[in-house]
């Protein structure tokens, strides 16, 4: 088992930055891709980004290309999601997730192990 806990989360104003952190535990000794999901109100869970377990591939949605980036720390177990020139959009509940192995990055329904979430809000 691989337990993920989100944090960094809150409310910003448009144009602001948040770096969001997933903490794992657990059986942290495998090589696990991690992904970042969010989910806004009425809307299905998207794709955000993904980093390989040694961070030598990753993997970036479109609408947050140039303006979020992905990283981790192994030594630490801690993934990094940093965002940047935040907008309305981006406002969702933002999930970090875990699977052995680097393929279909973007499908939700390839990861094993989930977060609770953190809200993040953007106001104009």
């Known amino acids: 088992q691989v337990q993920l806990v989100e944090s960094g989360g809150g409310l910003v104003q448009a144009g602001d930055s948040l770096r969001l952190s997933c903490a794992t535990s657990?059986?942290?000794?495998?090589?696990?891709?991690m992904g970042w999901f969010r989910q806004a109100p009425g809307k299905e869970r998207e794709f955000v980004a993904a980093?390989?377990?040694?961070?030598?591939?990753?993997d970036l949605a479109d609408s947050v290309k140039g303006r979020f980036t992905i990283s981790r720390e192994n030594v630490n177990d801690i993934v990094h999601l940093q965002m940047n020139n935040l907008e309305r959009t981006d406002t969702a509940v933002y999930y970090c997730?875990?699977?052995?192995?680097?393929?279909?990055?973007?499908?939700?329904?390839?990861?094993?192990?989930w977060g609770p979430g953190t809200q993040v809000t953007v106001s104009s």
């Open positions: 657990g059986r942290t000794g495998n090589r696990y891709t």
């Open positions: 980093i390989s377990w040694n961070g030598g591939d990753t």
């Open positions: 997730s875990a699977k052995l192995g680097w393929y279909e990055p973007k499908t939700a329904g390839t990861y094993t192990y």
